[in-house]
């Protein structure tokens, strides 16, 4: 069932009808939809908003760390309806042991770079990726450094005084 701020959203109300389980939340502010997804529930809900509901264009994905906090990680998807010229947020919470999410390339394949950044930059697995590997950092990068709790400097190795 919708919260009070979503009660009136059509969006919401349509993913709701489709699925009623797929909406763990959101909210509405200054204008803009945030909706709390069902981790398990992602791609579907993608693809039922981009074959159902006219979200053709995948803006970007990206991650939050609540460090120290459980759940740790919040992935991002940015949405927008060109032709409804709406956009949409979905968010999908993820445990800080193992944070992985199903991969929506199958839904937009402009996916593929979005979900690699988030990967290597926050450590963030997304399950089916066709080549999931870094794609900012070096390939013998250890750690990943827009987590909270990567260390300012940078870990050293090799280094001694002398």
């Known amino acids: 069932m919708l919260n009070e701020a979503l009660a009136d959203v059509a969006i919401a109300q349509a ?5 009623l389980t797929a909406i763990m939340g959101g909210s509405v502010e ?6 709390w997804i069902e981790p398990g529930r992602i791609v579907d809900v993608c693809r039922f908003l981009h074959e159902e509901q006219g979200f053709e264009r995948l803006s970007g994905i990206s991650a939050i760390d609540r460090y120290p906090l459980e759940p740790r990680f919040e992935a991002i998807y940015l949405l927008h ?3 409804r010229n709406q956009r949409l947020t979905l ?7 193992d944070p992985a999410v199903a991969s929506v390339t199958g839904v937009w394949p402009g996916a593929n770079w979005y979900e690699r950044e988030t990967f290597d930059l926050f450590g963030i697995r997304f399950d089916g990726h066709p080549d999931l590997k870094r794609i900012m950092m070096p390939e013998n990068w250890e750690g990943h450094p827009l987590r909270r709790d990567f260390p300012v400097d940078g870990y050293k190795y090799g280094y001694q005084d002398q």
């Open 15 to 19: 993913i709701e009808a489709w699925d």
């Open 30 to 35: 200054h204008g803009e939809i945030r909706l």
């Open 81 to 83: 309806s060109i032709s």
């Open 91 to 97: 968010k999908v919470a993820l445990p800080g042991a």
